[in-house]
């Protein structure tokens, strides 16, 4: 049979934004798939360059729009490291929080959005879009915002965390917990679904750890490897966190890796909320002028929701003189025509599902 | 058949008495007309009751502005598509992709004409009435099939190739049910059908019933059977070319097709129009069709797409060998 070529995007209803995927099919498998990116490109590391340190937050905020906070906090965390500025010790504990809150509500999104490429349209999506709203309630709470945070201050937060945000957190939690197991009985009791999940898209730990993919994708494939983990900030090492790790690398072990990493979220923002010290957490306010560093180089790595993130900062007075960012999702992306050679047209987007990809953060 | 159908004595004059031509021009456009309001109620309904009971699956208020509970956003929808320009895309087969969804409308309003609706309301009342339904309804895949090869679209074509795969898989699981609710009624004749069934068909071959309800599920496009059409996958299949008054047409089709599956369920397994009688015999037979219709709305709100190479194998591993179980067992019970 001959092989025909599509173009899938840039408009597309399930492509996560604006990618273009050339898909050569021969019948109904998929021969070869070449994203091409760059509809988004804004240049932020180039951005970064011209603007003062703490003005910068803002843009690296929206390069994953899903998990604001999340790049928010690479990049400040980036930024005190070069100024050897140490963060105090109630923020390391709201950090934590807000950063697996952020993990949660973006994780929800992912169950959603892959719910709305396999077919069934909308109907889980919103659930979890609503017990996503939940979470971010709280995370308005606590910093003031719903979307676009920018509430790190070098060595601390932007302000106190409301006084009866632990008890509200807690609940919170107890309730994501619930819907999350719910989730999971709704959706792998579905024959439909785990079809469309089980024994596609596979992705061996060889080939992951050659083709540098990240985060729950990289777990997925069966290789434990979490910055949380084996390159602790914060809190992580004090919760006896174990990464979750499944060792099939389909499309299932990739969907499951963020269930269990939800309810693993779930324990340790309980964990960190008993265990926060007293004391403020407030950092340095913003300035004109910040502290000059004491490292020309340095280099961050965080457990984003999407995989691990490199922040590399070569630090100037005042100004970044670069800033470059590793993404997840540029690496994850990069895999899909190694993981969806072979398998149905229609499995395409159930592959790109849950890879999970977010555009802002591919094109930067 | 006018008193039948308005369920009171007209005082008829003798020109319109039965066997004069008069009466019977009189009787087939009344017939038409309303059938057809029948069904564009029923479709115009349906179409704001998806929209608002999918909303409630789903935590949302589905529409609420344009008139009371959004009754006439439908309404809205079709002005803004109608005034809409259409576009026919320059790769297109010109004929054939202005001329399939008309077609496709037209063959379906066909058959909907074709079937009875109360002992009063009724078109013809051939012996092989089912036969002729169901012949025509066999044709609506294959228009499927032009219309989506004649955009000239990949996504559409690899949806008319899923148009051919699902006539495959689902064209013989319903025409063994159909023979098996034959045998059940001794013929094809649809009056005699729904007269023959003291005990719902359904309670009878529920097995059949069964297998019925998803083969209409599959020939009428409703999830998880919508691969033709398939948003996630294929944009809109083959529909994705299909612009402003073609498109109105599509949907227009949808709910045709729904009415169309609905009745014909409601007919062939739950009695048609027998019921009570304080109430008419049409009511009865639009009800049942209005249950059925929401339960096939509820099955979209919950059901995950079937992969294309999935339906196939469905079709041939499950639902046939189960309708040649019905028509055996329905043989031996009903009839040997």
């Known amino acids: 049979m001959s092989v025909t070529r599509i173009n899938v995007g840039p408009i597309h209803p399930s492509t996560h934004g604006v990618i273009r995927l050339v898909v050569d099919v021969d019948g109904d498998t998929i021969v070869n798939v070449e994203p091409h990116a760059g509809f988004l490109h804004r240049g932020v590391e180039k951005l970064a360059e011209t603007r003062m340190y703490m003005q910068i937050p803002p843009y690296t905020e929206k390069l994953d729009y899903v998990a604001p906070m999340s790049y928010d906090e690479a990049y400040v965390a980036a930024v005190e490291a070069a100024m050897g500025i140490e963060v105090n010790e109630k923020a390391k504990y709201v950090r934590t929080v807000l950063l697996e809150l952020q993990r949660i509500a973006s994780h929800l999104l992912g169950l959603g959005t892959l719910c709305n490429d396999i077919g069934q349209m909308f109907t889980v999506f919103m659930w979890t879009f609503k017990d996503r709203d939940i979470v971010l309630d709280l995370l308005q709470e606590a910093t003031g915002s719903r979307m676009f945070y920018v509430n790190m201050r070098l060595g601390g937060m932007h302000a106190e965390l409301p006084p009866d945000f632990a008890e509200h957190a807690y609940n919170t939690m107890n309730y994501i917990e619930k819907r999350v197991s719910q989730y999971e009985t709704y959706v792998e009791k579905n024959t439909a679904f785990m079809e469309r999940m089980r024994g596609i898209g596979v992705l061996s730990s060889e080939d992951a750890k050659a083709l540098g993919v990240a985060g729950p994708v990289l777990r997925a494939s069966g290789v434990n490897y979490d910055a949380r983990k084996h390159s602790p900030y914060y809190m992580y090492d004090k919760f006896h966190f174990n990464p979750k790790v499944m060792l099939t690398g389909d499309n299932f072990a990739r969907y499951k890796v963020r269930m269990l990493e939800m309810k693993e979220s779930v324990r340790i923002v309980k964990a960190a909320l008993k265990a926060m010290p007293e004391g403020s957490c407030l950092g340095m306010p913003v300035k004109l002028r910040s502290p000059n560093p004491v490292n020309r180089t340095v280099s961050v790595s965080r457990e984003l929701p999407r995989g691990e993130c490199m922040m590399y900062l070569v630090a100037d007075p005042q100004k970044p003189y670069r800033l470059s960012i590793r993404s997840p999702n540029m690496v994850n992306l990069a895999a899909i025509g190694h993981i969806a050679k072979g398998a149905r047209f229609a499995d395409l987007f159930g592959i790109l599902g849950t890879l999970d990809i977010i555009m802002g953060c591919v094109d930067r | ?336």
């Open chain 2, 1 to 336: 058949m006018l008193q039948d159908l308005l369920s009171v004595n007209l005082s008829i004059p003798f020109w319109l008495s039965s066997p004069s031509p008069l009466y019977e021009f009189i009787a087939i456009v009344l017939y038409v007309i309303i059938v057809s309001i029948i069904f564009s109620v029923f479709g115009y309904v349906m179409g704001w009751l998806e929209r608002k009971l999918i909303a409630r699956a789903q935590y949302r208020h589905g529409p609420t502005y344009v008139g009371m509970w959004g009754i006439f956003q439908n309404m809205a929808d079709l002005i803004k598509l109608l005034s809409k320009r259409d576009v026919i895309p320059q790769r297109a087969d010109r004929v054939l992709f202005a001329v399939s969804l008309p077609l496709l409308l037209a063959l379906s309003i066909f058959v909907i004409l074709l079937l009875p609706y109360s002992p009063g309301l009724q078109a013809t009342s051939l012996g092989f009435g089912m036969l002729i339904v169901f012949t025509i309804i066999a044709f609506l895949p294959l228009l499927l099939f032009t219309a989506g090869f004649s955009s000239g679209n990949k996504f559409s074509g690899i949806s008319a190739q899923r148009s051919v795969l699902i006539l495959l898989s689902y064209e013989i699981p319903t025409l063994l049910v159909i023979a098996s609710v034959g045998l059940m009624a001794n013929g094809y004749n649809l009056q005699s059908i729904v007269s023959g069934q003291h005990i719902y068909y359904a309670l009878l071959m529920p097995i059949g019933f069964i297998v019925f309800f998803i083969a209409m599920l599959a020939e009428f496009e409703r999830p998880p059977f919508d691969l033709r059409e398939a948003d996630s996958e294929l944009i809109a299949g083959w529909l994705t070319d299909v612009s402003a008054p073609y498109y109105a047409l599509a949907l227009f089709l949808d709910y045709a097709r729904m009415f169309l599956g609905s009745v014909l369920i409601a007919i062939l397994f739950l009695g048609g129009w027998s019921g009570p009688a304080i109430l008419p015999p049409l009511f009865w037979l639009i009800l049942k069709a209005f249950i059925i219709a929401i339960f096939v709305i509820m099955v979209r709100a919950t059901a995950f797409r079937m992969r294309a190479d999935r339906v196939l194998r469905f079709g041939w591993a499950w639902l046939i060998p189960l309708a040649l179980i019905n028509l055996v067992i329905t043989y031996l019970v009903f009839v040997g």
